[in-house]
């Protein structure tokens, strides 16, 4: 089987790479010449456990990649695997890429192939965009045509095993291209879950990823609730969980990365107004309003900006379980987008990201170490829920703090009954409670 993937982005390289290592021969394209230059030396464009070696293992036998497709090689099916951000400044799905991948096939697509829409996509998307435009580059009828819609469910981090284990979720526009693209995927994972339409599909992905925007919602929602009663939030919902089956609230913290911070967007985009559209909009913003919540801290912490308050941003990936080096979408970012423009002096610092991808942010000075970062600093913030953080106090031990410096440990990771004595630490369930110059 000869497969051809467009865009060797997190999605198509891991789905590249664990496809080579199943026996299917594998050319994937990508038009970044960063990550072509890294797979040229055997490595991902970012970090994900298992990948390099995997990649050391196939490149060359049965992955190979370029910016275009061989044009003397048949292919038994293309899935294009594009990144499918909002447009900037609008929460508007833009679907630009999509289109520049169906005329990467322009060359090489007969008509008769299965392509595979793997990224994800607004309901219609499959049937109203692609398959009119596969229609007119192959110059047949949409009904001779094979397409499908197979979204990727992995979580970054951990999605060469996933890939092997997840229920593949498998769509067609008829039965020939249901059974086509089973057969791809029975070649990776003996769990298929065909479900009845393109659409149906283009669904289930949008409600895996906003189903967990909503539940963290109501996680921060609970834990705002409890300081405007003067309660720890954090504290609350974990006691409310404790032992009680019913109960599975999730503790609050930003929810954010690649992905979650659109996928609502793209499932309302095209939603008629009604009731569910307004929830889970509502659930969206309350989540994104956390990151100027920790602004606000810092300002009201701070006072304004000054030679000698320095913050110390770490945890600057949008997320540390599964660990990863991956910057977009990350609340971290943007806080420090935010602090740098109100003129305030920042140190970044992060276990897993490369301290190039640091420096590019332009936002402060970059630190390999979290204490040498934190001298001489007023305020440390720890900005995702990364292992590492549990120890912080072997972490800081060398460090000789200033009076008044502080930590604000967002995801409450830090262990506070064996921390650094006399540091004063804030999490996410007493941060309100700060602001308006309650107890903390
Ligand atoms: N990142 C994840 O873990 C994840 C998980 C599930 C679903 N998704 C969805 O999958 C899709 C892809 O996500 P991603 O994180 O891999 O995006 P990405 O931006 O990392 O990867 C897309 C790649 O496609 C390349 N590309 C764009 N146009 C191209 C073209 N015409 N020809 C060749 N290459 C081209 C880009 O340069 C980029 O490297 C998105 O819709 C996303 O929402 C992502």
Redesign the pocket.
Known sequence: MRVGI???????LTLAIVAADSGIDVYG????PH?RECLENNRAHFFEPGLDELIARHNGKRFHFGEQFPQDIPFDLFII????PLRTGEKLPNFD?IK??L??LQSVYAGSELVIL????SVGTTRNVVLPYLSNLCGKLEEELLIGMC??????GK?VEELRTLPQIISGNNGQALAAGRNFFERITPNIVPVSSLEEAELV?LYCNTYRDMAFAIGNAFCLAAQSFGVDGVSAIRNANQGYIRSNIALPGFVAG??LE??AYILTFNLPDCPSKDLILRCRKLNESLEDAVVQWVRQRLGPPAPGKVVVLSGMAFKGRPETS?L?GSSSVRIGEKLSKLGYILRLHDYVVHPQDLAALQIGDVYAELSRACEGASLLLILNNHKKYEMLQNELSQLETTADFAVLDVWGVCDRENCIPGMEITTIGNLRMERIGGAS
């Open positions: 467009i865009g060797l982005g997190y999605v198509g394209i990508e038009i970044n990550i695997t594009v990144g499918t890429y520049s991948a005329d990467a793997r990224s994800t996509v979204p990727e469910r992995t979580v970054e999605a992905k690649p992905c659109k996928d991956d977009r």
